[in-house]
Structure formats: structure tokens, C-alpha cells
């Protein structure tokens, strides 16, 4: 709970940030936004645990200053151009912050789109590797993304020193980097993905 908390508290300090050269009036209502296929597991527990998190900091209005956090929850498929399509939806409801995309072949889609509306993406799903700053400035992963993982899966490999492994994966964007980074891991270790 405490890290959808901070993670709500950064979309709000976004929001104040991108206002604050304004002179309008700022809206007493902020809205932000989570994407995710609320019927996975991942995205059941995500629901319960921002809805509590929304409810805590709009019950003590001196966490926000007397700003209400307003939240749009938009269900996504995990991948394709229909997941996109549901992410600009999202994105029209004037939200200043995401929290999502729960799968990294939305999030490839989307990154383009979220930085030329400055919006940012807070993820804790989305872990391809490829997914970097450079190229996707306004999405800020919260969780360590790949290249970590499969370093640790292939110390694993190596201390049963198995040389040469098969890995089973989904064949999108998601499966195929983190396969390529577990490949990238393994050679280091001189070990390698059977291809055939
Ligand atoms: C959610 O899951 C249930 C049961 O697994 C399924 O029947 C239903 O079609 C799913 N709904 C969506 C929107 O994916
Ligand atoms: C409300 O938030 C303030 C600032 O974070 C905190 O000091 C105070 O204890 C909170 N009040 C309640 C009733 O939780």
C-alpha cells in the first residue's frame, strides 16, 4: 500500500509541476488514471490496493492540501493495437498521470504518445529492458525491469552448470526482450538458449 501512495503522491507533484508556470486557477479535482486487465491477477490486486490508497489520501485532506485525487480506472488487454486504443481512451479523460500499463507490449505503443502529451507512466509490470529513458522519457518503471531478473535466472543456470537451457515464451515484444536479455545474461556465464 505504502508504494501505491508514493507513487499517487509523484503523480501529484507532476500535476503541480506541469501547473505551476500557469495563472489559471488550479482544478480542486486531479485526475489520473490506471491501466490494467482488472480480470488478471496482477490487475485485481491493483484495483483493491489504489482504490484503498485514493480513499486514504482523500480522507485527510491536509495530505493534499485540500486537492482531491479523482481516479478513472480503464481496462486494457495485455497487448495489440487494441490495449493502445484503450490507453488514448484513458488519456482523454485529462489525466495527469498513469499508473500502468500493466504489460510491456502496451507500453511500447503507448510511450510515444505519452510523451508528446507529457503524460507520465508509472509501471510496476512493465519490465522489457528496451524500455529505457532515452527513448521513453515520460515512463518511469517502478520495479526492476529484466536485465536483473535474467541475470539472476542465469547465475541460477550456471550454479547447476547447465550449458545450454530452452526457454518457453510469449513471442511479443515482452517475451522476445526479456528472452534476449536472459540470451545476453547466459553469455556471459558461456551458457546458451537452444534455438532450434
Ligand atoms: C474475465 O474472466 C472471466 C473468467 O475467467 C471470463 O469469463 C471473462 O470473459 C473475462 N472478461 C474479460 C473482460 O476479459
Ligand atoms: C493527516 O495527514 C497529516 C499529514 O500527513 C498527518 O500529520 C495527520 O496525522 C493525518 N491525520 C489523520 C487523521 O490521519
Redesign the pocket.
Known sequence: MKVYCVVLFQCFLFALSNGAADTAPRPALINIGALF???STIGKVAKIAIQEAVDDINSNSSILNGYTLNLALK?S?CNGFLGFVQAIQLMQKEVVAIIGPQSSAVTHMVSLVATELQIPLLSFAATDPTIKPLNSPFFVRTTLCDDYQMTAISEIIDQFGWREIVAVFHNDDYGRNGIAALDDALADKLGRIDST
Open positions: 486487465n482488472f480480470n481496462e488487454v
